[in-house]
């Protein structure tokens, strides 16, 4: 049983820094696989959407700080960034380099846990490419096998907004919406298998609850 910050046997406490609110429609097939692994101590997931981009430098280690240790505390932070940033100048060079730069503004907080998804969040969403392809109304070819090499240059958003423009329906994609009508009932351990930095992100989660990590 995970150990909660009255440092007893309880439900673990657990924030999540997203960037915006497309992450937050992922949190319930992520928690959806996460009862398969931790039954009896699923911990407690409070997402903290930052609608747009998570503080960088100074600023970063201020809200890890007031997250651990301000009223009702969390027992852990986890920080999830996009390495592709829209930018003309990506501010990160890959999901490693993204993680590195979060833990030095943050500094020595072992309760804090710097996570990327390489390039975006909607790379964990390209496994799932069947369901795109029938809500987009379109059935163009999957982007590829690893979706956390779709780049910079044709991001993972672009691919599928780009499908559903040409698609039949003739919508636009909308990632609040959509995110979470690809996830729905999906089984998660399809992206998980296909995804390293989202297999890490699960892991983490799992080893902070004392569960056994995904191989």
């Known amino acids: 049983m995970a150990v909660g910050t009255d440092?007893?046997?309880?439900i673990m406490k657990?924030?999540?820094m997203v960037e915006g609110k497309t992450e937050r429609a992922f949190l319930h097939a992520f928690r959806c696989f996460l009862y398969t692994k931790l039954p009896d101590c699923m911990?407690?997931?409070d997402p903290l959407p930052y609608n747009g981009r998570i503080p960088k430098g100074d600023k970063l280690r201020k809200e890890v700080t007031l997250l651990l240790c301000g009223h009702n505390p969390a027992d852990a932070?986890?920080?999830?960034?996009?390495?592709?940033?829209?930018?003309?100048?990506?501010?990160?060079k890959n999901a490693e380099d993204a993680k590195r730069k979060?833990?030095?503004?943050?500094?020595s907080e072992p309760r804090f846990y710097p996570h990327a998804a390489q390039y975006e969040f909607e790379a964990w969403l390209l496994p799932y490419w069947d369901t795109i392809q029938k809500l987009a109304g379109h059935n163009a070819a999957s982007p590829g096998t690893n979706p956390e090499t779709v780049n910079h240059?044709?991001?993972?958003?672009?691919?599928?907004?780009?499908l559903f423009r040409r698609g039949s329906?003739?919508?636009?994609?909308v990632k609040t919406r959509d995110a979470s009508r690809i996830l729905r009932d999906v089984d998660l351990s399809l992206a998980i298998e296909k995804c390293g930095e989202l297999k890490a992100l699960v892991n983490t989660i799992i080893m902070?609850?004392?569960?056994e990590t995904v191989p």
């Open 169 to 173: 329906r003739r919508g636009s994609y």
């Open 153 to 162: 240059t044709n991001p993972p958003s672009q691919r599928i907004e780009d």
């Open 77 to 92: 932070v986890i920080a999830l960034t996009d390495v592709y940033t829209g930018t003309n100048l990506p501010e990160f």
């Open 102 to 107: 979060m833990r030095e503004w943050v500094g």
């Open 208 to 211: 902070l609850c004392g569960g």
């Open 14 to 16: 657990i924030a999540i």
């Open 43 to 45: 911990p407690r997931l």
């Open 7 to 10: 440092g007893g046997q309880g």
